[in-house]
């Protein structure tokens, strides 16, 4: 009686699971042009947008256009759109009907596609990690870890922003969106092992940034569903809200005959390639406002004429202003692993469970993501080499070549090599920074980009502290228990992390010896970049572009820092926050937000 009882439980989870998904699987495309009325493809442009005509010219007109439905142009788009008509210009697709989008089970696959249509477009830095950017409706949202927290609330002061507002902000986003974890077995060891190594207190389950160990929030609901800002759309005003997919800007109009240049419009081309233009309504407090992304929004002012006079003039492009910060400051926390053997099944797992240090390095975890076949005969995941981990070559010479030797090595390797999961560490505030610059003026390229990973003498210590951390993790008694392995020496850790997974023969032979050579050898990225547009320099403290009218930047491209353990959490407030500012400062009460 009992086997069946328990028999039919599953067989109602597997009900309610496969309830809950049937709109992605089956009508994916109806399901969310029911939901989300608003969302066109942009060769649509024309017949979906005649009712924010102005009433002096045949051309749509909106309040806000906004570039980029990303982390942060979604909750954005949803809060102008309360008050005023804006338009959403987004260069991928939706996410709704994309299963490798919408399954924490296929986040590796979905990195792992590097299709021209894919959720995600990798890129490589010139130090030679590979990188990724999103190119979805919802943004980073859709294809990272999913861990959610918030800024230490150092970064809210630093930044200036309302503390208020900010705590009105996030949970708008997190009623929303963000769930509480179903913590997985591995998870819990990991928990316990930063207990046992010092890193304490244990804080529970909280959003917030506090030193210690803690379990954060996540995207991924527990059926293991994500759910990424697009959703955050719903809660627009429909009738003010026009949002295009595969619409890609080119470049920002001006009018320079003022003087300073003003944002008018932008020129944006369809799926099917041809080209179309959106205006901004006469008002003077309408704007664009740029939500690329740490990497887009750089290139796209350079493109539209604003940067650096060396930039411009190299791919003749008109200047319209000249500042040459932009693309300078940019910054990527780095990152290197160590992998966890195991003598047992493990679960698959992202990140839930975090370690705040004192001496500026987050420890996290993720588990699983190697036994699966199609991540070993293709991809691995947040520890690819196609992704980011190809650490058995000095990242100069991280060629295609080199990348496709490496695969076809990996390709032959046991299954079991792959089984257990990875600790990471991460440098918080790296003081290592770079710079961005445009290798043509096709927006649908990637830029240059330079992160200079470890120059400072300072963040390489940190990675030394982190990585000699993480080996104490998993020899505490509590991984050994739940692995049953041996307790491993440190030695032997960074050897079976060089051979299992991120390296086959390490370039250096003294990798796992040195610290300090085995962290440059094996930085990875857990794509936190950003700056490129930094306040005091490219924008000023509302992120208005300086120099500029009706022209704003509301993205990480403006952090000095990446703001706490993980940023998404910050950007998809940042959305919420800057447009409930916009509206109070434009309407006062009126506003109603």
């Known amino acids: 009686m009992a086997a069946f009882v ?56 909106y309040d806000y256009i906004i570039v980029g439905g990303g982390t942060a142009g979604c909750p954005l788009a949803a809060t102008l759109s309360q008050n005023f008509s804006v338009l959403v210009l987004e260069r991928g697709g939706v996410p709704f009907s994309n299963v490798n989008v919408s399954f924490l089970s296929n986040f590796h696959i979905a990195l792992a596609d590097t299709s021209p249509t894919s959720a995600s477009q990798p890129f490589v830095s010139t130090d030679g990690v590979i990188n990724a950017r999103a190119r979805v409706l919802g943004g980073g949202t859709c294809i990272n870890a999913g861990f959610y927290t918030r800024a230490n609330s150092g970064f809210i002061r630093r ?28 998870q819990g060891a990991f928990k316990n092992s930063l207990l046992d190594v010092g890193v304490s207190p244990y804080n529970g389950f909280t959003y917030d940034h506090i030193h210690g160990t803690k379990v954060g929030g996540t995207l991924f609901d527990h059926f293991g569903r994500r759910h990424t800002a697009a959703e955050l759309l719903a809660s627009a005003n429909p009738k003010m809200l026009t949002v295009l997919v595969y619409a890609t800007v080119q470049k920002v109009l001006f009018d320079q005959t003022g003087r300073r240049p003003m944002a008018m419009g932008v020129i944006f081309k369809d799926e099917n390639g041809n080209q179309h233009q959106a205006f901004l309504t006469n008002n003077r407090r309408s704007e664009v406002i740029l939500s690329c992304g740490a990497i887009g929004t750089p290139q796209m002012l350079m493109l539209s004429g604003i940067g650096p006079k060396a930039e411009l003039d190299k791919l003749n492009i008109s200047m319209v202003l000249r500042n040459e910060f932009v693309g300078k400051g940019m910054a990527d926390n780095p990152m290197n692993s160590v992998f966890v053997p195991t003598n047992r099944p493990v679960e698959q797992s992202l990140i839930q469970t975090v370690g705040i240090t004192k001496m500026g390095v987050y420890i996290e975890s993720s588990s699983g993501f190697g036994q699966s076949q199609d991540s070993i005969r293709c991809h691995h995941g947040i520890l690819s080499a196609e992704i980011g981990q190809l650490s058995t070559i ?68 940190r990675c030394v502290d982190g990585i000699r951390m993480a080996a104490k993790v998993i020899q505490s008694k509590h991984f050994t228990n739940f692995t049953r392995c041996d307790k491993p020496t440190v030695e032997k850790l960074l050897n079976m992390s060089v051979k299992a997974n991120i390296n086959l023969i390490p370039k250096h032979t003294n990798d796992t010896k040195s610290l300090e050579q085995f962290c440059k050898d094996t930085v990875i990225t857990i794509w936190h970049y950003h700056g490129g547009c930094h306040v005091g320099k490219v924008v000023d403290p509302d992120l208005k572009v300086l120099g500029t009218n009706r022209l704003r930047i509301v993205d990480g491209s403006t952090f000095n820092e990446s703001p706490g353990t993980n940023p998404q959490g910050t950007v998809l407030m940042m959305g919420r926050y800057m447009g409930v500012k916009i509206l109070r400062r434009r309407l006062g009460k009126a506003a109603h937000v």
């Open 6 to 61: 328990g028999a039919l439980k599953n067989l109602s989870i597997c009900l309610i699971l496969w309830l809950n998904t049937l709109p992605f699987l089956q009508g994916g495309s109806d399901y969310y042009e029911f939901k989300y009325p608003f969302i066109k493809r942009a060769s649509s442009f024309w017949a979906s947008s005649s009712s924010f005509s102005s009433s002096n010219t045949d051309e749509a007109s």
């Open 394 to 461: 000095p990242p100069k010479q991280r060629t295609p070549e080199a990348i496709q030797a490496f695969i076809k090595r990996k390709q032959d390797l046991p299954h079991e090599a792959f089984k257990g999961g990875f600790i990471l560490e991460k440098i918080a505030r790296p003081i290592s920074t770079g710079h961005l610059n445009l290798v043509n003026t096709n927006i649908d390229d990637n830029p240059s980009v330079t992160f200079n990973y470890f120059h400072h003498p300072h963040d390489l210590q």
């Open 159 to 186: 930044v200036g922003w309302d503390e208020r507002l900010v705590n009105e902000s996030y949970p708008w986003v997190e009623r929303q969106i963000i769930h509480q974890p179903k913590l997985a077995q591995w």
